[in-house]
């Protein structure tokens, strides 16, 4: 039965429906007193009202439930975090290494674990210089298509790998692809680990110039931003010192991603950026 059918039957039951016209075309017509009119009108306010107080109570509480990962961090400071992904080729992160030696910066390094094994000397040269040698899988797989169990065992086959070589367990991941859901970001996490992305990309393994790498992040950074680079990518150490100078002279920190990172509670936006607990 068609809703307005019900609503006419309602309407007949309660009294509130007038004289009943002849029909047209094979339709009621009713006349509907004035009572009937002021209580329909009062309904639909108070429908609209209701609908306008809980809509941004249900999506508070869609947005809590989400398991996002943490794109950026809110802070006060000028401070900023560069991560370098190294899933494959090695032969750029030496020049890299010293430019980030040069311009006195500590980075963070998200590497994969067969990446790791392939070039060891370069994953203990990285550890070497200052820099935090963090998780990007193992076999830089499709997490949002494996199991918890796949997951956590991949998360943990990279950890190992890194641990051999620098002697520091990851605490930090990037997924591969940057892909997550709930189940991939729960699963990590229940290993005491944070999901990390990025604020502002220079999607350098495009292989774009060096000037346009420059003009997606130079005059975009705020404080908390993490930026993403790669350690293969061509153009990317042509880039990275006018990136630094700038944001040097802007009078910005760059800082590993575990110290741009809160400590204690927090909570997360619905944009991925962290924030202090209330009352932290």
């Known amino acids: ?129 200052g820099h935090e040698v963090m998780n990007h899988s193992n076999a830089h797989d499709h997490y949002n298509s494996l199991s918890r169990e796949e997951i956590i065992a991949d998360v943990t086959a990279c950890n190992e790998v890194i641990a051999e070589l620098t002697g520091v367990t990851p605490t930090l991941i990037r997924c591969p692809f940057g892909e997550y859901d709930d189940h991939v970001v729960t699963a990590i996490r229940s290993m005491d680990m944070e999901v990390v992305q990025w604020s502002l990309d220079s999607i350098d393994w495009k292989n774009i110039s060096a000037d346009d790498i420059c003009r997606r992040i130079v005059g975009k950074v705020s404080p908390g931003e993490i930026i993403l680079f790669h350690n293969a990518a061509e153009h990317t150490p042509e880039a990275l010192p006018t990136v630094l100078e700038h944001l040097l002279s802007e009078g910005y920190e760059v800082v590993p991603i575990s110290k741009l990172l809160l400590s204690g509670e927090y909570t997360l936006d619905h944009t991925g950026r962290q924030h202090p607990a209330k009352g932290e």
């Not at 039951?13 to 007038?18: D, S």
């Not at 339709?27 to 209580?39: D, E, P």
């Open 1 to 129: 039965m068609r809703f307005f059918d019900i609503i006419l039957q309602f309407l007949e039951k309660q009294g509130t429906i007038g004289e009943e016209r002849p029909k047209r075309h094979g339709a009621r017509i009713f006349i509907l007193r004035r009572r009937t009119l002021v209580l329909c009108g009062a309904l639909v306010c108070a429908c609209a009202i209701f609908a306008a107080v809980q809509y941004p109570a249900a999506v508070t509480t869609y947005a809590a439930q989400r398991q996002l990962p943490i794109y950026s961090v809110a802070r006060d400071q000028k401070v900023c975090s560069i991560s370098f992904d190294a899933a494959w080729g090695a032969d750029l992160t030496g020049e890299i290494l010293d430019i980030l030696d040069r311009y006195k910066v500590k980075t963070t390094f998200f590497v994969v674990g067969n990446w790791a094994s392939q070039y060891p000397e370069t994953v203990k040269a990285i550890a070497e210089r």
